[in-house]
């Protein structure tokens, strides 16, 4: 597809749904995430669109408080996260990846939680700042900077050194036959150490993730505790993988 043509796709969908995301164009257009972030990049120089972290908005919709970022899905995203707080306990140690699944999940902690929380997301670190009885512990690297997170061999030795309650882990896609997948090699190390430093894997995907896939495996279908979506666990689409055996909120 010549980039005129999916240029006009990205602001036909942005005029009907008042948003795009990045991982969706990349599953949309059949290209890989650094032409997306390209077009967007194009697209927010001519005036046509917003980027925000994950995705594009119309260009009315702009924000200037990096804590209350517009992100795409936002609804979905806050379902997860509440159905994601019955997890959360005083004196946790937790890990979390970055995304803005689990940064809308970070603005809904209660104010008094006690918890050790290990993020290697400057966005995540910097909304858990705002919680006095959090502590938090940023975990630096290189930094990929579309994304705001930390990546490279100085985060996963860190992370080979914990020993955490649980993790809280986005995802970029997910399917039943190859599992947790990633667009991004790096990435997919870091999730990797992530979920062997922690005594439970959750998973926190948006519907629109379901049964798509990237270029690298994080790990298999069944290595995940516990996967939480926006949908309800007997929706339809969900049942390969309560068929796989894993955990559905």
Do not use: W
Not at 72 to 81: A, E, L, R, Y
Not at 170 to 175: A, F, R, V
Not at 193 to 222: F, W
């Amino acid at each position: 597809m010549l980039k005129a043509e999916r240029q006009k796709f990205i602001m036909t969908k942005l005029v009907s749904e008042h948003k795009v995301s990045t991982i969706e164009l990349v599953v949309d257009l059949n290209v890989s995430e650094d032409t997306v972030r390209r077009d967007l990049n194009e697209l927010n120089k001519k005036g046509l669109l917003e980027k925000v972290y994950g995705g594009a908005i119309p260009v009315e919709k702009r924000t200037t408080n990096i804590f209350n970022n517009v992100v795409v899905n936002s609804d979905k995203k806050d379902i997860v996260g509440r159905k994601a707080l019955s997890l959360i306990s005083d004196g946790q140690v937790i890990i979390m990846s970055g995304g803005t699944t689990n940064l809308a999940f970070t603005k809904l902690l209660p104010p008094d939680l006690k918890a050790t929380i290990y993020t290697y997301s400057l966005p995540i670190a910097m909304q858990l700042a705002q919680h006095p009885n959090i502590e938090v512990i940023f975990i630096g690297g290189k930094l990929q900077k579309n994304a705001m997170v930390t990546i490279g061999m100085d985060v996963v030795q860190v992370l080979s050194k914990l020993k955490a309650d649980i993790c809280f882990m986005g995802s970029s896609s997910i399917n039943v036959r190859l599992g947790l997948t990633e667009i991004g090699y790096e990435v997919s190390l870091v999730k990797k150490a992530m979920m062997e430093a922690s005594d439970n894997v959750v998973c926190m995907v948006t519907s629109e993730k379901l049964n798509t896939k990237m270029p690298y495996v994080v790990c298999e279908i069944n290595q995940l505790n516990i996967i939480i979506t926006d949908l309800n666990p007997d929706a339809p689409i969900l049942d390969d993988y309560i068929k796989a055996g894993v955990q559905l909120i």
